[in-house]
């Protein structure tokens, strides 16, 4: 089983999500709902990259860590940190705390020191080995960030003052102080180490850690967004929810509260491009993907990724649930999700990049998905072909832009057939509900006892061709013996040329014939005196019985005019009824035997056949043969002649089958006029 991948297409682009389906303990509850997991193909083509990846309730944030070998997570409910080792593909930790994470920041190059800022204002610190120290900031913090080169922890909130926690001197320091009532975000220029602050009355202020002032301030009001042609709901403040600096350090992509994206250059105050992500909800998260040259940013309902040169639509992602933050691995195209759900969401997008050395497998997964998904050629089109044209009358439109020839017929709008096929035939539907009715009726009765004569309603001529029992009974084929659309036409020139000789066809129908004979001899047998004893009381109505047999013989002297002729599907059903009359009226010409503690005549029967066949084919070909004349000489010279009459029915048989021979023969034999 190949893994059960969702695929989505937006703008062209193919986003595969691993995470599609449900989670474990999802399908542990099925299973103890009493429903089976073995045969279940989703369950069997389910993929989880990381196992456990997900919490009880929902996910807060994800990081990865430097050295791109671990993934932490953060999530509720209850309150808890995951750490999970990429190469393992499974999770290496889980470390509950007393509060909901806030945010949370990695201070080395693996998960061996972290730092949590939880909801109650307590920021902690974790060790390899788990919690090494905890401390609290005056005022709710919102967002949180590290310095490496001064090793300070700057911490931010509902204040103006932006705290700073230096981890080498193991103390705080003096805070600095911001224009804005309230900083809602932070951030660290990656290339010169500049500290950036996002306040709640839309400023953007940069400040240099070496003077410890502010460079320059950056307001973004509603003027700005209107400048840039962009629509604000009236009375809605301007906040910055999120920014982010490039790898080089020259440009800078704001987010704001209204579901904006401004990218700046540092040199100038006027925004390069913008981005309308048109859902009115806050810009969640901002990240710069370099070796495809696009932003990808994310509000809480959708992750749109663009050119940051063009400012043109690359792809997008709608996960269905709120966003709370995305986090792609580095020069590659996974992309995790946190969301308002209890699994993590993964994607692969591997026209953004190739997927980590750690789950590598994702490129050969994607490439034999590919491979297996075939895409119709022409969607919504009928193949017709020539025949079908004919048919329907519109042989005329060949040529014309409305058939493209394909094969061995032509591909036609699905809407224009349904029309010509209305029209050409009006009465199709009716024609439908007359089938429909005769099926349920023929249903109906086949719970009836009726004699069975073993053969199909409909090809019987292909059952007796191929001559294989097993083909009736099976259910793959069992509208070809039932269903008259299905029928096999004899007289077409494709079945002409597939069975050019009719040969076949001859023998198949005079074998069809003796064995309607044989049936009839069968049923007209009387039974043996040896075998019943008529019970007292009951009528002998043997001389009956051979008056009517005949006047039978008179009246149809030919016996196979009784053979069943071929019936039109519209009179089956009345020679159904028929049938049972007739097999009523024989019911009251019975006659009741009482079985004697004998063989039974049928298991004799096939112990006869069993006897000749063990003998010598000359031996049984001379008993077979029948002696009608015999001639003796007397002692004296005088010649007699004893003979055997023969039956009238014997004769007749014979001498048809002797004409039917013939008849084969003349057929089966070629002129030699092209030899000489």
Not at 299 to 326: L, Q, S
Request: with cysteine; net charge neutral; glycine share 6%.
């Amino acid at each position: 089983y190949l893994p059960a991948m969702e695929l989505i297409t937006p703008n062209g682009v193919k986003i595969y999500n691993v995470s599609a389906g449900k989670t474990l303990p999802e399908w542990i509850a099925e299973k103890k709902k009493g429903k089976s997991l073995k045969k279940n193909a989703a369950f069997r083509r389910r993929l989880e990259l990381l196992q456990d990846f997900d919490f009880p309730i929902s996910g807060g944030k994800i990081r990865t860590t430097p050295d791109g070998k671990f993934i932490l997570a953060s999530g509720i409910y209850p309150p808890q940190i995951r750490i999970y080792e990429a190469a393992e593909l499974s999770m290496k930790v889980k470390r509950h705390v007393d509060c909901e994470i806030v945010n949370f920041e990695v201070l080395s190059n693996d998960y061996s020191k972290l730092a949590l800022l939880r909801a109650d204002r307590t920021i902690e610190f974790h060790a390899k080995y788990g919690t090494y120290y905890e401390t609290r900031i005056p005022k709710a913090g919102r967002d949180m960030t590290y310095h490496f080169p001064t090793c300070d922890l700057f911490a931010v909130g509902s204040t103006n003052e932006i705290y700073r926690l230096n981890l080498e001197q193991g103390k705080f320091l003096k805070p600095w102080e911001s224009s804005s009532p309230a900083v809602n975000v932070c951030g660290v220029n990656p290339a010169y180490g500049w500290l950036g602050f996002g306040g709640s009355d839309g400023t953007f202020e940069c400040w240099d850690p070496r003077d410890k002032v502010c460079s320059a301030a950056l307001p973004i009001t509603r003027k700005t967004l209107e400048a840039a042609q962009l629509m604000v709901a009236p009375q809605t403040p301007v906040e910055i929810s999120s920014f982010r600096w490039s790898n080089d350090g020259i440009q800078l992509a704001i987010g704001t509260s209204t579901g904006h994206v401004l990218l700046y250059d540092m040199r100038s105050s006027v925004p390069m491009l913008t981005k309308d992500h048109q859902f009115d909800t806050p810009i969640v998260d901002i990240k710069f993907h370099d070796s495809s040259r696009n932003i990808i940013s994310s509000c809480r309902k959708i992750v749109r990724m663009w050119n940051r040169d063009t400012a043109e639509n690359f792809a997008y992602i709608e996960p269905g649930t709120d966003i709370n933050d995305v986090c792609i691995v580095p020069d590659s195209g996974l992309v995790f999700m946190a969301t308002e759900q209890p699994k993590m969401s993964v994607y692969y997008i591997p026209d953004l990049g190739r997927a980590p050395e750690w789950c590598s497998f994702l490129d050969n997964l994607t490439e034999e998905l590919e491979e297996d998904t075939v895409a119709t050629q022409y969607q919504d089109y009928k193949f017709v072909t020539r025949e079908e044209l004919d048919k329907l009358g519109v042989t005329r439109l060949i040529g014309t832009p409305y058939l493209r020839a394909y094969m061995h017929g032509f591909y036609m709008d699905f809407r224009l057939y349904s029309k010509i096929r209305s029209i050409a035939r009006p009465d199709e539907y009716k024609e439908y509900i007359k089938d429909r009715i005769k099926q349920k009726m023929e249903e109906k009765r086949s719970s009836r006892i009726s004699v069975s004569r073993g053969k199909p309603k409909v090809n019987q001529h292909v059952a007796a061709v191929t001559n294989r029992p097993e083909i009736l009974e099976d259910p793959r084929f069992a509208r070809m013996w039932s269903d008259t659309t299905m029928k096999v036409d004899t007289d077409s020139d494709a079945y002409k040329r597939i069975r050019p000789s009719g040969a076949r066809k001859v023998e198949v129908e005079s074998e069809e014939e003796d064995n309607e004979q044989d049936e009839d001899a069968e049923d007209d047998r009387e039974p043996s005196s040896d075998e019943f004893d008529l019970v007292d009381g009951a009528q002998d109505d043997s001389d009956a019985d051979d008056m009517s047999a005949d006047d039978s013989d008179d009246a149809d002297p030919n016996p196979g005019s009784r053979m069943k002729r071929k019936q039109p599907d519209s009179a089956r059903l009345e020679d159904e009824d028929a049938e049972e009359k007739q097999i009523a009226k024989r019911a009251t010409k019975l006659r009741f035997f009482e079985a004697r503690e004998t063989r039974n005549p049928l298991a004799q029967k096939d112990a006869n056949k069993r006897r000749k066949l063990n003998v010598a084919l000359g031996a049984r070909v001379q008993k077979e043969t029948p002696h009608t004349e015999s001639r003796t000489r007397g002692p004296s010279g005088a010649l007699s002649f004893t003979f055997t009459p023969q039956d009238v029915k014997d004769r007749r048989a014979q001498t048809k089958a002797n004409k039917m021979d013939r008849r084969v023969r003349n057929k089966d034999r070629r002129s030699a006029k092209g030899l000489f």
